[in-house]
């Protein structure tokens, strides 16, 4: 199973506008309703490929509220 980067962002609001930069940026993204185990939060997240992590960070900055990868199905902290 190819490596999943899961994006957890502060609010609806933020998940939609990155989806956008990312998406005018040429990013391959996917809008994804936020796993349960990850707790509250907005309800979306983003998944990216991880070869896009860097410039997702670059547009996306402080608007990140967690970064995750799939484990089975689980979701485990991914620090790059």
């Known amino acids: ?11 609806t609001h933020e998940a939609i506008m990155g989806e956008r930069k990312l ?3 040429g990013l391959d993204v996917r809008v994804m309703p936020m796993p349960r185990q990850l707790g ?8 990216i490929d991880p070869g896009d992590f860097e410039k997702t960070r670059e ?7 967690g970064l995750y990868r799939r484990a089975g ?4 902290p991914w620090n790059p």
Request: proline fraction near 6%.
């Open 1 to 11: 199973m190819p490596l999943e980067i899961i994006v957890v962002l502060r609010n």
């Open 23 to 25: 998406l005018d940026s």
């Open 59 to 65: 547009l996306l900055g402080e608007t990140i509220r």
């Open 73 to 76: 199905e689980d979701f485990v």
């Open 40 to 47: 509250p939060g907005c309800g979306m997240a983003l998944r």
